[in-house]
């Protein structure tokens, strides 16, 4: 059933191999002037290869090379070295593999400035030295308060959960440490006990605590809190035991399993290396270990629809009164949002009969590591027609057709939260990109006035009001790179009745609108449309990237981008760590293609969020036209979450999650799924 | 793995049975005063047995009787007779079934109003001599140009497709009637002829041609017409073959079958008579042929969550030059929603493995209709996790369980439009109603100044904008019927630092209201909140029905309306058809329950749409308290519709649709999936 036959081009999107990632590491190794070490518990001081990942060719390199007209690009990696030796962090591109001959500093070309120490992630060298710090400065000290409080022992420990960013300005590593008991879902098992931890030096021994937190009141010391503590001044937590309620494990045994899905005749796609074909569909796909799943030169019909579909970012901001979660602002993608893919569990995370895909990864690692079944995908039946008409006025006929769609799956397990991400192909001719949240809701230990940020959802726990916003990158191309952005909207307008001229009535119209420029400040029929597709501002309902090409009928044929959101409010852009997320002020914005701007977000946002490597504002502030222009458009969704006793143990997927559906309109003469195999037709009798 | 029994009471809510339309049919008949007929080709000027439908119970009686407090309610039909004879329209409620002693005129009990006979559904008799009227008054007299321009004969016939509302004032019932070939999916072939009848007369001798309208030029006449077209003084539509671009008939065979859903070991759920049992849910259900799909008495977990959720009312606004489409505003329910529930096909429609039930109808008949298979019910994989957490830090381990729920569906092919209902009730505790369109779009001959008001989508057919709004009725009971109306969303708030007073952070917190009447005129911290959630102004994210009761908690235990929608604009309010549809202004309305208010539309709404039998707004125009009081919500989904080519020969459902989620929130003490036998829990080692 298979249109295509697998081509090896797509290997140029392809991750890197285990064997390459050792030909990098040992490339870079052999660079003494560098003075790498690759030992996972390098100290800060020194120099550490954070990471390599896949560095993607040159858009019109890569196009040139899968449309025949031009050379395989050269294989290139990107090796992010924490140079804590000298106090910045580096980014080079080493190439070509498989032998490296050369590696180049591309941290300015890339950011425009460079990365000081203090953006970097904190690595498991860092978290060796930082939990030991906690262990001599915190725990050894307050061993009578532990035992009372929290029932720490030799044989029985805190886990420690951070809050980001660390600081209120550029250069500010002073993290918030919050402790949790150690039992299944400890994200929902707060103390009461936080940590104020500035750990800014890259030497452990100029580390100091600077405040703590217990149950509700702040301490300058660790002597001060033991002092009032044992002197019994200070309001005591007493220990309880408490029922294990993050417990996951099933409280019933299954009498009857639930419905399952097979393949009677087979599976109608196919995976090789890094590339599916579905029916109609192909694309190539890779797995970023910081922006997570994507695909690339995505094929329908023997026509690129899209260059890239990627995830970007997945944001939160909390509230709450405990000083760790108060100022909380996670970008994932600067700890990893695909270094969290991990192995799906057949049957549960995808079906039992899915094809599921190995990754390997090089972060924050000594060597690559596998991660087996960390990808699936699979055919699905969705449960409804994808279309059908039943007649029986004058005809009496039926056609109609299942909705049956391929499914490209990561999950994420970043921390607390999981993120479910869906690539979806139609046999339509459409492209799904879903998120759905799932996991442990991150918490905080309850106190006075708590209530106003959140519900409680278990013993002096409270479940904190958050955001959700999730950025992806669609380089949709149209006929073509050189494509415009048109919006569709509906407007009333009175009209005389031609048989009744007497007679007005108001009347449906369609107004389109083509956009010149990215800040696209125009005026909208409807009103003002300052940047349009902003959050706050009403938006055209009908977004679509056009080619100048008409199909048969005479209209550009475009895809719509369909956002589906439930967004809480973006921060305020007077808050200095707005820039870093700048691009969730926007539902959909669109820019001019640059390989230089290859992501809306940066692995140094999050531990330099005041002065980031990335700030997708500027992309937009050169306001650029967007006429007949290679075009991105950058969509954000999410939710407001506002937790309640059922996220615990776990936040359940329905209703919980978002996405756009890129949809053919006037692309095609008709619904291609006309042709589709499936479809079925009862005539009369 | 069932957890309850099958209950008899749930037949309080059963559609009558073929015996019992029976019952009611012979029962009129006997009324020898009232002088019905039940002959399918009834004319107009006689009294027809139009309707007979399931007579609801009074809710405190049903309640009474399905808690174990009360009797009973008697079993009830109404009736609804057009007495073309009289003038008017009479409902009549006709019980005790299954022995009628009694029959009640109702009318202006439920709609404080007469009906006039112009407000009736246009009958299979009234059709019978409206084609015939055409026939006589149009085509024979117009043979030439009939043959020459459409190709007309006596084997060969058009079609006609009547446009609604018929007329601009109460009273009016002259009809724009337009042509369409003969051909597969007619409504997507218009050929340019449409003529504008004055049929509101009983008599059809008295029924007038007003006008005619082809190829974008008016006629008073048939022989205006006529002699314009022999002079050559018109533009001539000249008659060329089209392609059969309608045909839903496959054009390739299918190699492999897509992938199947089994029951490798049995059905999870049971259906006895009208009642549905699945895992913890137990629900009864009917189907109105007026206005579909409903289900009643929902438990979940021995509670009962909503008293009722009904489909209301499918409405569509049209934009059109052309003059049937110009005024376009369709009202399905006036013609009956429930009614054109037909067959579903197995394995397109619903999985081949789902339960599927017979309905019986009494609408326009002249005996009761048995509708094979029209309903099915299955428990689907919904293809994805229905909550997972992998843990990698800390502690190793997995819990996850699928998410598997169970649908309940109808599709109702209303002429072009095939709307696709399901109810679908998740593990989670959550049910959705969801709405998907497929089927034909309605589309209009292509004349010049045409594509303001849609996109040209084959050879001379425009396909016109317009929209699509769904209404819900959603009677949840919360612990009770006592419930109130509760609004959560976020704010911003500046903030001072605890630990570093000096510094200020905009931090969000939680805003929650109580409303206190139907009108909703309250000031949200936001802004103004005029009837908070009509669709023009800022709705508060959150819209929960309450109870006073508490959860484990503290909190208000409440079930949360999470909307899925994309509306166009809804009518201005200054449109004399708006108050047909004024519950289209609200994305929700919140009323206090009265079994008086049983429908947000009515029969009578299509063809009086200027003084129609139900405006929705008078149920919120007396601003009664909402606090503490039985509530119901009526929830409006929807999508613009801006047709594309690929619209033909199916819109097709995805993106194409919009519903509502009921989810629990503080309802329970936790998840109550967690109790799922479905559940999976993957230690570590
Ligand atoms: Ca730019
Ligand atoms: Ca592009
Ligand atoms: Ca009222
Ligand atoms: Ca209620
Ligand atoms: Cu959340
Ligand atoms: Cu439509």
Same sequence: chains 1, 2.
């Avoid at 209120?168 to 006990?193: C, L, N």
């Avoid at 149209?478 to 031609?498: A, C, H, R, W």
């Avoid at 005026?523 to 056009?546: F, N």
């Avoid at 870093?580 to 669109?590: D, E, P, T």
């Amino acid at each position: 059933q298979l249109r295509g036959k697998h081509d090896e081009r797509s290997l140029v999107f392809a991750d890197l191999t285990r064997e390459e990632y050792l030909q990098v590491q040992q490339y870079m190794l052999k660079q003494k002037d560098l003075d790498i070490s690759v030992n996972q518990i390098t100290k800060p001081s020194k120099n550490f290869l954070f990471l390599i990942d896949l560095s993607l060719p040159r858009k019109a390199d890569a196009l040139a090379y899968l449309d025949g007209k031009g050379a395989k690009p050269d294989r290139e990696a990107t090796v992010v070295v924490f140079h804590g030796a000298q106090g910045y962090i580096k980014e080079y591109v080493v190439g070509p593999l498989p032998k490296p001959a050369y590696h180049r500093d591309v941290t300015f070309e890339r950011y425009k400035m460079n990365l000081p120490i203090t953006a970097r992630t904190v690595t498991i060298g860092e978290y060796h030295l930082l939990f030991q710090f906690l262990e001599d400065e915190v725990f050894s000290k307050l061993k009578k308060l532990m035992k009372e409080s929290f029932d720490v022992s030799q044989d029985k420990k805190l886990n420690a959960f951070e809050q980001m960013p660390r600081g209120v300005q550029s250069g500010d590593r002073k993290t918030w440490v919050s402790f949790f008991r150690d039992m299944s879902g400890m994200y929902i098992h707060p103390v009461g006990f936080e940590v104020l931890v500035n750990h800014e030096s890259v030497n452990a021994s100029d580390w100091r605590v600077m405040q703590l937190f217990y149950n509700g009141e702040y301490f300058y010391t660790v002597e001060e809190l033991k002092e009032k503590y044992e002197r019994g001044s200070v309001k005591k937590i007493v220990f309880k035991e408490l029922p294990d309620y993050g417990s996951l494990k099933p409280k019933h045994k299954a009498l009857q399993i639930s419905p399952q899905l097979f393949y009677a005749e087979g599976k109608r796609f196919s995976v090789s290396n890094n590339q599916v074909l579905y029916l109609d569909w192909s694309f190539a796909f890779g797995l970023s270990s910081l922006t997570g799943m994507r695909v690339f030169d995505v094929h329908f019909k023997g026509e690129r629809i899209a260059y890239e579909l990627s995830v970007q970012e997945a944001m939160s901001v909390y509230g709450s009164l405990t000083p760790g979660m108060m100022l909380t602002k996670f970008l994932d993608s600067s700890i990893g949002i695909g270094r969290f893919a991990h192995e799906l569990v057949r049957g549960v995370d995808c079906p039992h009969e899915a094809t599921y895909v190995d990754t390997y990864r090089y972060i924050d690692v000594p060597a690559p590591v596998r991660f087996r079944n960390s990808i699936c995908i699979f055919e699905h039946n969705m449960g409804q027609p994808l279309r059908r008409h039943f007649s029986d006025f004058f005809h009496n006929s039926y056609g109609g057709m299942v909705n049956s769609a391929l499914v490209f799956r990561t999950i994420t397990a970043i921390g607390n939260y999981d993120y479910m991400w869906d690539f979806i192909f139609y046999q339509s001719g459409s492209v799904e990109a879903k998120v759905h949240a799932t996991g442990y809701i991150s918490s905080s230990y309850l106190v006075k006035g708590s209530l106003r940020h959140g519900h409680q959802v278990a013993e002096g726990v409270l479940g904190n009001i958050h955001t959700h916003f999730i950025n992806f990158k669609v380089d949709l191309d149209v006929l073509g790179v050189k494509n415009v952005f048109q919006t569709k909207d509906m407007e009333y307008i009175n009209m005389s009745l031609p048989w009744m001229p007497d007679h007005y009535a108001i009347i449906p119209q369609l107004v389109e609108k083509q956009l010149k420029t990215e800040q696209m400040d125009y005026i909208w029929a409807l009103g003002s449309l300052e940047a349009a597709l902003r959050y706050d501002t009403k938006t055209p309902r009908y977004l679509h990237i056009a080619s100048n090409k008409t199909n048969r009928w005479g209209h550009q044929r475009s895809y719509r981008l369909q956002v589906f959101s439930f967004t809480g409010d973006h921060l305020p852009e007077n808050q200095a760590e707005e820039r870093a997320m700048s691009w969730a002020r926007y539902k959909v914005a669109i820019t001019k293609h640059k390989d230089l701007e290859q992501t809306s977000s940066s692995l140094y946002s999050q531990n330099n969020i005041w002065t980031p490597a990335v700030d997708f504002s500027k992309y937009i502030e050169d306001n650029e036209s967007i006429e007949d222009e290679d075009l991105i458009a950058w969509v954000t969704t999410g939710f407001l979450h506002i937790p309640h006793s059922e996220d615990i143990p776990n936040t359940v997927t329905v209703g919980n999650g978002g996405g756009v559906l890129l949809r053919p309109h006037n692309y095609f003469d008709e619904d291609p799924s006309i042709h589709s195999p499936d479809g079925v037709f009862i005539g009369p009798g």
